[in-house]
């Protein structure tokens, strides 16, 4: 009898802003004090297909860069990220996924850096991509974030919130394929704060909407779901200081096409935000 064994990584990480979004970063480490930190980030994926409107279209010049958030208004800070990743010329784009394909041209994601940050902290940072007026890396701050952002915030030391685990692994085992349609995998994962607050929970996956190719060919998918809500539409806890907050991450298989037996897998990212 033909089965298939499916294994789906929930890779963790830390975020704020709109979980309608086509640009994922977050920090992995941070150092340091809140007023004097060293952040390592990675710029996860950039959708190069998204046609959200490049906000500084038929300017003069305008620069797109990695930088980090330093104010309430999420503002960049002075300084762009230590391997200087910047690309002049994206008012000639008309969108964000044309911006993005532009910049992964010259950078290839997912990539990887660090970023320091020095004065008063005002809010909860985090590193990912903006745009200004002026060529290279000058003058970036008070610059604008992308739309369709993810930005992942501080972890702590220097953060308020995380993930206690850095992975969730959920695995279906073997499955015949007759029963693959509707199987599901469930394991809990937790998040913990330093301060009572409440937060949203998303998972976002490789087919959108909360889905995850499991094959290259796309014949085989996986949604998931947070406490029975779908990680795209995401679920909003009351966390209580200090204290391990639990969460029912699931996994349910179904069938996009002829799925041929063998072993199977695919990732996915659990993004904390800010509600």
């Known amino acids: 009898m033909q ?6 990584f929930a890779v963790t990480l830390l975020t704020t802003y709109s979980a309608n979004s086509a640009i994922y970063s977050y920090i992995t480490r941070s150092e340091g004090t809140p007023e004097n930190a060293k952040y390592w980030w990675t ?21 797109v860069f990695i930088g980090h958030r330093h104010s309430d208004a999420g503002e960049a800070g ?8 910047y690309l002049d010329g994206i008012q000639n784009l008309r ?16 990539r990887s850096g660090t970023q320091n940050h020095v004065g008063p ?14 060529a290279g890396t000058s003058s970036a701050g008070g610059s604008t974030m992308m739309p369709s952002s993810l930005c992942g915030i501080v972890p702590p030391p220097v953060g308020k919130c995380e993930f206690t685990e850095t992975s969730v692994e959920l695995t279906h085992g073997q499955v015949q394929l007759r029963d693959i349609e509707g199987h599901q995998a469930r394991q809990t994962g937790y998040v913990r704060c330093t301060q009572e607050m409440d937060v949203m929970v998303y998972l976002a996956g490789s087919a959108g909407n909360g889905m995850v190719n499991l094959r290259s060919d796309g014949s085989l998918q996986t949604r998931l779901t947070i406490d029975g809500v779908s990680g795209s539409t995401g679920v909003r806890i009351h966390a209580l200081a200090s204290t391990k907050m639990p969460l ?28």
Not at 3 to 8: P, S
Not at 121 to 134: D, R
Not at 249 to 264: I, M, N, Q, R, Y
């Open 95 to 110: 969108t964000v996924g044309d911006v993005g394909a532009a910049f992964q041209r010259k950078y290839s994601l997912p």
């Open 121 to 134: 902290a005002v809010t909860q940072e985090c590193v990912g991509m903006y745009y200004k007026t002026t």
């Open 43 to 63: 710029i996860e994926y950039w959708d190069t297909v998204d046609a959200t409107p490049n906000p500084c279209y038929g300017w003069g010049q305008c620069t």
């Open 78 to 85: 002075p300084g762009v990220s230590d391997g200087g990743e």
């Open 3 to 8: 089965a298939i064994k499916a294994i789906l």
């Open 248 to 275: 029912e991450f699931v996994s349910t298989l179904t069938k996009v096409g002829a799925v041929e037996a063998g072993d199977f897998f695919g990732s996915a990212t659990a993004i904390l935000t800010m509600p």
